[in-house]
């Protein structure tokens, strides 16, 4: 199976297993759908495995938003380091599906990462360490250059970005 978007009788299996999903998880996956990053990795995964249950799926979620997490995680204590001298500790946490949380958690600081399109969760990400910095280091950062405040991750067309909410503008992207 190739990993181009779905067509025809294939496309039919595809929405009956995101409707599955929806009904064992927390998340409705074919929310995400509008986001060409989330359509190829839920294709991926049916194509490999098919039709597979929630409770198998939800692992392969986690993995996922853990990969996307870790990699704005990285990129942004680089860009940290540079910006102030600081090394802070951000763990990107990971916990396994229980009864109560059936698509297991993942965490940055005190934000979950509840995404499944990469830019969605790189700006949870983003959020997460922004707040954990604040939290813990009493450091407001990104600064906006021109207006001397904090950023404010979302994501855009482009992909997660930091804009400043003096002059409604984009900064600068996240990852
Ligand atoms: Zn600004």
Redesign the pocket.
Known sequence: MSTDTPSGREDEAFRAWLRTLAEGLTTDPEDALDSQGALAFLWAVFGENGAMPPAYFAPLLGAHRQAHAQQAVTALLTQVHAETGRRPDVPVRYSPPTECEPEGAVCVGPEPVQGIDPSHIHAEAAEGLQCLLADRSRLVWPL?P??R?GLHATRAVSGAVWV?S??D?T?RRIV
């Open positions: 906006c021109d207006h405040v400043c003096m002059g503008h900064v």
